[in-house]
């Protein structure tokens, strides 16, 4: 276990910097007696943690006042440093307990101490960057609502605010670690932290400050040596996923084409998987958009994979979206027959989308519209969704339109309607219109008597009826508008006339 896993059994990096557990054949390198002392205390500090938060605090207060006489006493006539390696680990450990107690105040308070601990401390750079990571990873859990503790929220309490201290833990950790203006300078503690403030700022819907921050992260990746490396690849698809979400906030679909196309050309770089699963997510709503169905129901599918790689429970969100596509796209393939998928099947939040596409696939459409009017929380809910919902009614409507009317010749459109779920006949001629335009029908509509007529191209009767009659509608509303403008303009002229002729004198 990590430091940043539970409280009740904690294992923490602390163990395994120095001044932890440390082995050696040779004895004269042994820690001396006062060192042994101070990790004894320390030790015993911890272990009041889980019976008395407040006795356990002040321990390491103490252990944080020895360790500094020590210093001041080895390091006589010179400048001592305030602060050691067990005074780190003390003041992280009481920046713990605040988080537990829930006061915003004393945890930002305390947070500044840690800070000054690494600026006037000896405090080595591993054991800075492994503590101020834990303590950054520790406040997105919080802002998050769920701090690693099994899972739960482990807030004792109301009193502290995620919002309040996010901002002032990232803005205090970004001016100390700048990579130029820092006290102590650390481009990869400043890069992690303001990416964190990015993704902050984005769920704050602060447009402004997160573009600032965009080309802040940019700047610095450009002024990083020009050899391409594993961690700079990986640092353009962590922007790369910022950027993406701020595009697809603001609808920009010309920005967002780009920036996923310059994602998915990274090559190299090792992301977490939720970094590359949000890319692909966000590029499949993309392909959604463009309605290239096809496309998204591959994008989805590996952004699926990659929430599942995670551990991560949007994955069953992602898998909607993925039978959505699949849906639209018309694919005879079962998106729960792969394997990675199959495990998620009756799931109870995946079962209403099961139903779903088992009814797509069997043009069952009395049952289809049954299951979306019997699961409008679980399906409808979903704000994506709900967006492609009439999209999906008119695809299934199309292939069962085409499976009732194959065996006909002649077909009356209220027949179809009612194979259709009782729609109005208008909406049969509509989709009836579609068809015969992009191919999948060949056939006329026969308005005046309300009836399909299947036929060839070679027949005589086959000239597109509907097309010429549509054709002449369109250019009689033409007509008809530029006929009312012209008149509204010869009145407007005439009424002009007669006011400059009142006026003048005969």
């Known amino acids: 276990m990590s430091d940043e896993e539970s409280y009740e059994y904690e294992y923490d990096d602390d163990d395994m910097d120095e001044g932890g557990f440390e082995y050696t054949d040779d004895e004269g390198e042994q820690a001396n007696d006062s060192e042994v002392a101070l990790e004894n205390a320390y030790y015993n500090s911890k272990g009041l943690r889980e019976t008395d938060l407040q006795e356990a605090a002040n321990e390491f207060e103490k252990v944080i006042i020895q360790e500094r006489e020590e210093l001041a006493t080895k390091n006589e006539g ?12 003390c003041i992280k450990q009481l920046v713990k307990l605040q988080f537990r107690i829930g006061n915003t105040d004393s945890a930002l308070a305390v947070y500044s101490r840690l800070l000054d601990c690494i600026a ?21 859990s919080l802002l998050q609502g769920v701090v690693m503790r099994g899972g739960t929220d482990v807030r004792l309490n109301n009193s502290i605010d995620p919002q309040t201290l996010a901002l002032s833990v990232y803005d205090s950790t970004l001016r100390i670690f700048h990579p130029t203006t820092g006290s102590c300078p650390n481009e990869r503690l400043w ?3 303001n990416l964190k403030y990015g993704q902050l700022l984005y769920e704050m819907n602060e447009t402004t400050k997160l573009q600032q921050v965009l080309r802040d992260l940019q700047t610095a990746q450009e002024q990083v040596t020009g050899e391409v490396s594993g961690s700079n690849n990986t640092q353009s698809l962590e922007i790369h996923a910022l950027q993406m979400q701020l595009y697809s906030r603001q609808k920009n679909s010309k920005k967002l084409r780009e920036v996923f196309k310059k994602a998915m050309a ?3 770089g090792i992301p977490h998987p939720r970094t590359l699963a949000c890319i692909q997510e966000l590029g ?4 959604m958009q463009a309605k290239e169905y096809e496309a998204a129901t591959k994008v989805f599918f590996q952004a699926f994979k990659s929430y599942d790689e995670a551990g991560d429970q949007s994955r069953l969100r992602c ?9 639209l796209h018309g694919s005879s393939i079962n998106p729960f027959d792969s394997q990675e998928a199959r495990p998620y099947r009756d799931d109870p939040e995946i079962a209403a989308m099961t139903n779903l596409v088992h009814a797509f696939q069997n043009n069952e459409i009395h049952k289809f519209e049954r299951i979306l009017q019997q699961n409008k929380s679980q399906i409808m809910g979903d704000e994506f969704i709900c967006e492609y919902v009439t999209d999906l009614l008119r695809t299934i409507r199309k292939q069962v339109l085409r499976q009732v009317v194959k065996p006909y010749t002649k077909i009356s459109l209220e027949a179809i309607s009612k194979a259709l779920n009782n729609i109005p006949v208008t909406d049969v001629e509509n989709l009836l219109v579609g068809l015969i335009l992009d191919g999948s029908l060949d056939g006329q509509i026969d308005q ?12 005589t009767f086959c000239d597109n009826t509907i ?26 002229r005439m009424t002009d006339g007669n006011t400059a002729m009142r006026g003048m004198v005969h």
């Open 78 to 89: 010179d400048d001592p440093k305030k602060y050691g390696p067990w005074s780190f680990k």
């Open 120 to 140: 006037e401390g000896n405090v080595s750079p591993n054991a800075v960057e492994k503590g101020i990571s834990g303590m950054t990873e520790r406040v997105a």
């Open 191 to 193: 890069f992690k932290t």
């Open 266 to 268: 990274v090559r190299g």
């Open 284 to 287: 499949g709503k993309m392909n």
């Open 319 to 327: 898998l909607k979206y993925l039978v959505l596509a699949s849906m």
């Open 448 to 459: 005046v008597t309300g009836v399909y007529k299947r036929g060839s191209n070679n027949d």
């Open 467 to 492: 097309l010429t009659t549509l054709k002449f509608e369109a250019m009689k509303n033409i007509t008809s508008a530029l006929e009312d403008i012209a008149i509204s303009t010869t009145n407007a």
